[in-house]
């Protein structure tokens, strides 16, 4: 298993940056897929975007593309989420989750550890 924390989380100003980080240990980073998901008061769970075991690869919503970067560093065991041209709609408590599967999944059910979340308000 292993266990992950987000930090980074605070209050951005629309239009501005931020960075967060998922600090896991545990288990050996390089065996998970990564993924960063969010959750705005009264709204399901949402897929933001989701980094290969190696970082080879990545995939984003359709709301986020061009705009939100994930990146990884196995040998820090960190994955990062940068988010830019940030838009109140944007706003949520943002978690990162780990799976050990092969599959392509963007469904929160399909991911086997999560952090606690941070929050990233966005006033308008």
């Known amino acids: 298993q292993v266990q992950l924390v987000e930090s980074g989380g605070g209050l951005v100003q629309a239009g501005g940056s931020l960075r967060l980080s998922c600090a896991a240990s545990?288990?050996?980073?390089?065996?998970?897929?990564m993924a960063w998901f969010r959750q705005a008061p009264g709204k399901e769970r949402e897929f933001v975007g989701r980094?290969?075991?190696?970082?080879?690869?990545?995939y984003y919503a359709d709301s986020v593309k061009g705009r939100f970067t994930i990146s990884r560093d196995n040998s820090k065991n960190t994955v990062w989420l940068q988010m830019n041209s940030l838009k109140p709609e944007d706003t949520a408590v943002y978690y990162c989750?780990?799976?050990?599967?092969?599959?392509?999944?963007?469904?929160?059910?399909?991911?086997?550890?999560w952090g606690q979340g941070t929050q990233v308000p966005v006033p308008s």
């Open positions: 989750a780990a799976t050990s599967g092969t599959s392509y999944y963007t469904e929160p059910g399909n991911y086997d550890f």
């Open positions: 980094i290969s075991r190696i970082g080879g690869r990545t």
């Open positions: 545990g288990s050996t980073f390089s065996s998970y897929a």
